[in-house]
């Protein structure tokens, strides 16, 4: 089962403006969130986590929201550039099976028009 | 940069020859991770390190083993490589409540 879903394959953005990358998650002992961005070729990088105990997190142009109730989370990137054009993997972290575990989403592909 | 490098970086076997891939971390952490990454399943975890000679299984352990026989190196180790490991494998440190991966090793199984 995947207990970590990003629905959404794809997503076109035009520069300047918001882009909004959803993802939903089903365990609710998941008390860590993490986003990270991957462009070809390379090694995915951290981007943005929030707690369990927090509903928002911002660091600069991104913002991470988190619903509980709800099981799910956002990334918010405004205004959006053409270098944040990449994969974007959310991730939650939890105890699974006695260990500290990360479990990934499918992934989204943002891709930034001029 | 966590100081985590991986090798080979792109590696073309035949089904039924074993393969290692490495991983070698130059910071002293305690925690390594391989992943698989493939289209429509983002990544998932084979096996982690929680010390020295101390492994357990992920998600998607058949096939693979591991050691790590000092802090820095990590070897992946497919004992008879077939076309459904063809994959990105990524290995990962963790520092606090997050990973840190490094650059991946593209393997091609024909």
């Known amino acids: 089962d995947q207990q970590v879903k990003q629905n959404s394959p794809s997503l076109s953005v035009q520069e300047g403006r918001i882009s909004i990358l959803n993802c939903d998650y ?89 | 940069d966590a100081g985590i490098t991986q090798s080979p970086r792109h590696k073309v076997t035949e089904t039924g020859t074993p393969v290692t891939l490495r991983c070698h971390q130059t910071e002293n952490h305690r925690y390594m991770y391989w992943y698989r ?30 050691s790590r026989s000092k802090t820095e190196d990590f070897l992946l180790t497919l004992e008879s490589a077939t076309s459904s490991q063809t994959s990105v494998y990524f290995c990962a440190i963790r520092q606090g409540g997050e990973q840190y991966f490094g650059p991946g090793t593209r393997l091609t199984v024909t």
């Open chain 1, 26 to 114: 089903t365990n609710s002992m998941f008390d860590y969130f993490l986003w990270y961005k991957k462009y070809p070729a390379e090694g995915p990088t951290f981007l943005i986590s929030i707690s369990s105990i927090k509903d928002k997190n911002e660091d600069g142009r991104f913002t991470v929201f988190l619903n509980k109730s709800a099981k799910h989370l956002s990334l918010h990137i405004v205004p959006s550039q053409p270098g944040d054009s990449a994969v974007y993997f959310c991730a939650a972290s939890g105890l699974i099976q006695g260990a500290q575990k990360l479990v990934f989403g499918q992934g989204t592909r943002l891709t930034i028009n001029p």
């Open chain 2, 37 to 66: 990454q493939d289209p429509g399943h983002g990544l998932r975890l084979i096996h982690y390190s929680y010390g020295v000679k101390d492994t357990d299984k992920g998600e998607v352990s058949d096939g693979y083993s591991v």
